[in-house]
């Protein structure tokens, strides 16, 4: 798994940072470059929790990896040979968001159930997702800054192919986890107060990462940064989350999984505030060191709390159902408001809306989140006995179990 998330956020250092910036450059106006990256974030909404159950029910994670895969690296090809007009751009990017929609949430739920079968913390194997994305960042921003942004989907199309030799390796299901899917035990999943809040402040703070995913390089560029130390300071970025990756297990054991978190998005309010307020490449360039205390801490702590709330054969479902609305229906949501803002607002503008946004999410998990919920498995397991119950009840009384009489010996 430290070679697959190596070689897929490598691909993701590629994708990023520099997607606006192409985007940009092939002559799409910020209304259109929000909604053409808000492609990949719309289908984590609906790809995911179709793939989670897919999953879950009949064990197909290391497929479905291997098949997306390839049809990223398919897809990426294409928008390099025939992608030269909006409409087809927005078609290829939708296929793309497609086939990348499943493999993170996938990827996490077999990498925490071999954490929970061997020990470690999941923060130790993510940081080479971190290392990958910090090393393609900045030799891509070099790359490119030689050859030309239009060779982006080339070079992500051959970086792709990394991951997908390193899914052939990566570990199958446990058996415990094969257990098949009852619907009652969704629908108490999906009916869980505590799950349901968890998800949507999540899914507003993660969505204010939009601003500096799609638009920092293109407000960079506004400030006349060259390629070249726009992938600088991305990699630098990416570089900055390695010590909390690595230490996120000790951290969560002495603060808890709740105030990671909410450092975290603390600290996000922060760095949006900054690139507010300064324009000065050096002063931003030192506020981007912080994203990996914002978005590591986050990213760990929430991911954490899904598998520690939802029940072991429901986890690739939990990972979906955060993923899809984090990363996807937040994002979308947040790439196409910032984008129209882009336009109005311009960089400052939208990272103090970013901001306001993420302070609201802040004090909603402190607020309405308990430190320790009980696990929402135990819920599950008193309701299917009551179903259970119920169902005997109503059955017609030929097909009730007949009782056994002692025969009295004389």
């Given at each position: ?59 197909w ?61 999941y ?6 997702g ?19 942004i ?12 990394g ?25 108490v999943?999906?009916?869980d ?52 990756m ?10 808890g ?15 949006w ?16 060191l ?8 986050f990213?760990t ?15 690739t ?27 109005r607002?311009?960089?400052s ?28 498995s ?33």
């Amino acid at each position: 798994m430290k070679l697959f998330y190596l070689g897929y956020f490598s691909a993701m250092g590629i994708y990023l940072p520099y997607l606006g910036l192409y985007l940009g450059a092939v002559g799409l106006s910020g209304t259109q470059i929000g909604l053409t990256a808000s492609m990949l974030p719309l289908a984590g909404v609906v790809m995911p929790p179709i793939w989670g159950l897919l999953s879950d029910r009949y064990s197909w994670r290391k497929q479905l990896l291997i098949v997306t895969l390839l049809g990223a690296i398919i897809t990426s090809l294409l928008l390099w040979l025939i992608a030269h007009s909006f409409l087809v751009l927005l078609l290829c990017i939708i296929v793309l968001a497609i086939s990348l929609s499943p493999v993170i949430p996938l990827a996490d739920a077999i990498t925490l159930q071999w954490i929970g079968q061997r020990g470690g913390s999941y923060g130790t194997v993510r940081v080479y997702g971190s290392i990958g994305f910090l090393v393609a960042a900045i030799a891509a921003g070099s790359f490119l800054n030689e050859v030309g942004i239009t060779a982006l989907f080339l070079l992500l199309a051959v970086v792709f192919c990394g991951p997908f030799l390193a899914s052939f390796f990566v570990p199958t299901q446990s058996k415990v986890s094969m257990t098949h899917v009852k619907r009652r035990e969704l629908v108490v999943l999906l009916h869980d107060r505590t799950l349901l809040l968890f998800l949507l402040l999540c899914m507003v703070g993660y969505g204010t990462f939009a601003a500096y995913n799609t638009f920092f390089g293109l407000y960079l560029r506004g400030l006349g940064v060259s390629t070249r130390a726009i992938g600088l300071a991305s990699g630098m970025a990416s570089l900055s989350e390695l010590p909390t990756m690595m230490l996120s297990g000790i951290m969560m054991k002495r603060l808890g999984v709740k105030w990671l978190l909410l450092i975290g998005l603390s600290v996000a309010v922060v760095r949006w505030l900054a690139y507010a307020i300064f324009t000065d490449y050096s002063v931003l360039f030192a506020f981007t060191l912080l994203h990996g205390v914002s978005f590591a801490s986050f990213y760990t702590a929430a991911v954490t709390f899904i598998d520690r709330y939802v029940p072991i054969h429901l986890r690739t479902t939990g990972q979906t159902l955060f993923y899809g609305t984090s990363f996807g229906l937040g994002t979308w949501a947040s790439t196409n408001l910032f984008g129209t803002l882009y336009e109005r607002l311009h960089g400052s503008g939208i990272f103090l809306v970013a901001a306001v946004l993420c302070a609201a999410s802040l004090l909603g998990l402190l607020l309405l989140i308990p430190r320790n919920p009980a696990p929402v498995s135990s819920e599950i397991s008193q309701r299917s006995r009551t179903c259970a119950r119920e169902n005997a009840t109503a059955l017609p009384q030929e097909y009730k179990p007949k009782e056994k009489k002692v025969e009295e010996s004389h």
